[in-house]
């Protein structure tokens, strides 16, 4: 069973950047992908960017091509997530997500994901 930690989240005003952090515990090595999602008030959970664990291979949702860059730490079992020229409609609770297989197709179904981060808020305000 794999645990992850989600950190990085805070207040930005518009045009700024952050960057988070999700660190794996636990089962690593069943590992097969790693993605981020984000959810905010009253709109659904949706997929932001994910990356096959082993090989590195690299997927975004198209809204978020140019401005979020996922990356991955292997050594550390960490996934960052970078976002720039951040908006109000940016803001959400950002959600680390992992599954044991590599999720290619069905990648934005937050049910191919077995664990789940708690989640780190991320608000940026005009």
């Known amino acids: 069973q794999v645990q992850l930690a989600e950190s990085g989240g805070g207040l930005v005003q518009t045009g700024g950047s952050l960057s988070l952090s999700c660190e794996a515990s636990?089962?690593?090595?069943?590992?097969?992908?790693k993605a981020w999602f984000r959810q905010a008030p009253g709109k659904e959970r949706e997929f932001v960017a994910s990356?096959?664990?082993?090989?590195?291979?690299?997927f975004y949702a198209d809204a978020f091509k140019g401005r979020f860059t996922i990356s991955r730490d292997y050594a550390k079992n960490t996934v960052h997530l970078q976002m720039k020229s951040l908006t109000p409609e940016d803001t959400a609770v950002y959600y680390c997500?992992?599954?044991?297989?590599?999720?290619?197709?069905?990648?934005?179904?937050?049910?191919?994901?077995?664990?789940w981060g708690q989640g780190t808020q991320v608000t940026v305000s005009s």
């Open positions: 636990g089962h690593t090595s069943s590992l097969g992908t």
């Open positions: 997500a992992a599954s044991t297989r590599t999720v290619g197709g069905t990648r934005q179904m937050p049910s191919r994901y077995s664990a």
């Open positions: 990356v096959f664990w082993d090989n590195g291979i690299i």
